[in-house]
Structures are given as structure tokens and as C-alpha cells.
């Protein structure tokens, strides 16, 4: 079972080059440790129609110099993270004013990840102390959301923060799985992290990380990239790259459906 298994790793990592040997990956490296980790995935771009309802991508792994006995006692952790492109956030705050609920406050956030999905070996409280965990943004409360300007009261910062990863997280952007890694041989681990139905397209990154009794050893990123397709990828495109034009086609297209409504339904 374990050649088995080796061997499949080995196909994944060989026969899509792409994933495992890309210019842009990102390595960070702990110096005090010897053990290294290794990721692969079967493609490095995904494409989504209309009627995509979300699914979930296998990432497989397999940490290199591992220690026999620390294998056999758990004391490896690997955290894998499917982050989407960053983009300024602005929430708002809507207060009720002379009956009528408006926008009243509202903050905007330097670049977060537009999606975020986490699975881990054990909830992340388990693998590191909070300090290390923040300070390399593992874990949906760890990701940073530093406003652009002054807010003023510190508990209304606090409060809008919270307010951004509720939003998050209830639309599926944010998700994390505590026992979506595991491993299934001795060094080998296998993660599965959700893509949700409305993931934002771009360039996302994989990122694993590796922890040896608690400590941070490895870190890993190789690109992902999701794109529209079909009329999909037509329309978005027409209405990023385009955007006049975009705007004058749906213009016209409006004026066309009124004009036929008014045939169609006009009285003799």
C-alpha cells in the first residue's frame, strides 16, 4: 500500500511539471530544521462555468528528512491554505436613521484574500501558539486586516473587523476544515481544501506549512489559477478589459428589450 501510494505522489508531482516547478513558487525555509515539505497538484488552472457549485481539491504531499520516531508520535503538523487574490475590502455599517436603514460608517481594509479555505492536521491551536501563527497569517482570525486610514475608537475597529470575517465566512469565502489533512503513510499526507461556488477568479496561491512540535520548519506556495469559461469568460473579460464597450452593449441591449416589450405588448 505505501509503494502505492509513493508511486501515485511521484505521478502527480512528475506528470504535471507545472505545479511542482513553476518560476513563481515561493519557498521559506527554518535553517534550525532539516526536514523539508513537497506539494503537488493535479492541475494549475481550473475553470468554472455558470452552474459551478463549488468542489474540493486534492493536495497531495510528502515531507522529506522526516524524523521515523517523531513520525510514529505526531509530532508533525502541515497546514494547507487555498488563498484567492487580494483586493481592498470596505465594509459598511448600516444604522437606522429617521426609520430609514442607510450606510452611516465604514471601513476600508488594505488587500485581504478575496477566498480563503484552510485544512489542517489538528485545529490550529494544537500545532502553534497564537504569535506564530499570526505572524505568517495561518488561520482565518490570523489574516490581517489593517485599515487604510484613521478610525479612530479602537473597539469600532475591532467591530469591524469581526464584521468582515462573519461576512466571509457566511458566504463560503472562508472556510477551514481541522482534520482536512492526513496523513496516509508515514511521511505522505494528503489535504483537501473547498473551492466554493462563488470563488472569485484570478491567481490564487497554494500554501503549506509545516510545524514540528510546534515549531514553524517549512513553508510552500505554488500558484492556482481559476478562470471563467464559455460565454462566461467572454462577458468577463468584455466587461474588465472593455469596459465602455461592455457598458454600450448593455446599454443598447436594454433599449432593444424595451423597444420589443413595447411591440409585443402594445394595444391596437
Same mark, same amino acid.
Do not use: C
Given at each position: 500500500?505505501?509503494?502505492?501510494?509513493?508511486?501515485?505522489?511521484?505521478?502527480?508531482?512528475?506528470?504535471?511539471?507545472?505545479?511542482?516547478?513553476?518560476?513563481?513558487?515561493?519557498?521559506?525555509?527554518?535553517?534550525?530544521? +532539516?526536514?523539508?515539505?513537497?506539494?503537488?497538484?493535479?492541475?494549475?488552472? @481550473?475553470?468554472?462555468? +455558470?452552474?459551478?457549485? $463549488?468542489?474540493?481539491?486534492?493536495?497531495?504531499?510528502?515531507?522529506? $528528512?522526516?524524523?521515523?520516531?517523531?513520525?510514529?508520535?505526531?509530532?508533525?503538523?502541515? =497546514?494547507?491554505?487555498?488563498?484567492?487574490? !487580494?483586493?481592498?475590502?470596505?465594509?459598511?455599517?448600516?444604522?437606522?436613521?429617521?426609520?430609514?436603514?442607510?450606510?452611516?460608517? +465604514?471601513? !476600508?481594509?488594505?488587500?485581504?484574500?478575496?477566498?480563503?479555505?484552510? +485544512?489542517?492536521?489538528?485545529?490550529?491551536?494544537?500545532?502553534?501558539?497564537?504569535?506564530?501563527?499570526?505572524? &505568517?497569517?495561518?488561520?482565518?482570525?490570523?489574516?490581517?486586516?489593517?485599515?487604510?486610514?484613521?478610525?479612530?475608537?479602537?473597539?469600532?475597529?475591532?467591530?469591524? &473587523?469581526?464584521?468582515?470575517? !462573519?461576512?466571509?465566512?457566511?458566504?463560503?469565502?472562508?472556510? &477551514?476544515?481541522?482534520?482536512?489533512?492526513?496523513?496516509?503513510?508515514?511521511?505522505?499526507?494528503?489535504?483537501? #481544501?473547498?473551492?466554493?461556488?462563488?470563488?472569485?477568479?484570478?491567481?490564487?496561491?497554494?500554501?503549506?506549512?509545516?510545524?514540528?512540535?510546534?515549531?514553524?520548519?517549512?513553508?510552500?506556495?505554488?500558484?492556482?489559477? =481559476?478562470?471563467?469559461? $464559455?460565454?462566461?469568460?467572454? @462577458?468577463?473579460?468584455?466587461?474588465?478589459?472593455?469596459?465602455? =464597450?461592455?457598458?454600450?452593449?448593455? #446599454?443598447?441591449?436594454?433599449?432593444?428589450?424595451?423597444?420589443? $416589450?413595447?411591440?409585443?405588448? &402594445?394595444?391596437?
Amino acid at each position: 500500500m505505501r509503494t502505492f501510494v509513493s508511486t501515485i505522489f511521484a505521478f502527480l508531482l512528475s506528470g504535471f511539471p507545472v505545479t511542482a516547478q513553476l518560476a513563481d513558487h515561493t519557498v521559506t525555509i527554518n535553517d534550525k530544521f +532539516s526536514e523539508r515539505i513537497n506539494i503537488g497538484i493535479s492541475t494549475n488552472e @481550473i475553470a468554472i462555468t +455558470s452552474d459551478f457549485s $463549488g468542489a474540493d481539491i486534492t493536495v497531495f504531499g510528502a515531507i522529506d $528528512g522526516a524524523d521515523e520516531l517523531l513520525l510514529a508520535t505526531f509530532a508533525y503538523d502541515v =497546514v494547507v491554505a487555498l488563498e484567492g487574490p !487580494r483586493k481592498p475590502t470596505t465594509v459598511r455599517r448600516k444604522e437606522r436613521v429617521a426609520g430609514i436603514w442607510m450606510n452611516r460608517h +465604514s471601513i !476600508r481594509f488594505e488587500p485581504i484574500p478575496a477566498s480563503y479555505s484552510m +485544512s489542517s492536521t489538528r485545529p490550529l491551536a494544537d500545532i502553534a501558539n497564537l504569535m506564530e501563527l499570526a505572524s &505568517r497569517d495561518i488561520g482565518i482570525n490570523n489574516i490581517r486586516l489593517v485599515p487604510t486610514g484613521a478610525v479612530g475608537d479602537g473597539s469600532r475597529l475591532t467591530d469591524f &473587523r469581526d464584521a468582515l470575517r !462573519r461576512i466571509k465566512q457566511a458566504s463560503g469565502l472562508y472556510q &477551514r476544515a481541522p482534520t482536512g489533512v492526513q496523513f496516509i503513510s508515514k511521511a505522505l499526507f494528503r489535504a483537501t #481544501v473547498r473551492l466554493p461556488a462563488n470563488i472569485p477568479v484570478g491567481h490564487h496561491k497554494v500554501r503549506a506549512v509545516l510545524f514540528k512540535n510546534d515549531q514553524f520548519v517549512m513553508e510552500k506556495i505554488i500558484p492556482l489559477r =481559476v478562470v471563467k469559461t $464559455g460565454a462566461e469568460q467572454f @462577458i468577463y473579460n468584455l466587461a474588465h478589459v472593455y469596459p465602455l =464597450v461592455y457598458g454600450i452593449l448593455a #446599454v443598447l441591449l436594454a433599449t432593444l428589450t424595451g423597444w420589443l $416589450g413595447s411591440v409585443i405588448f &402594445r394595444r391596437d
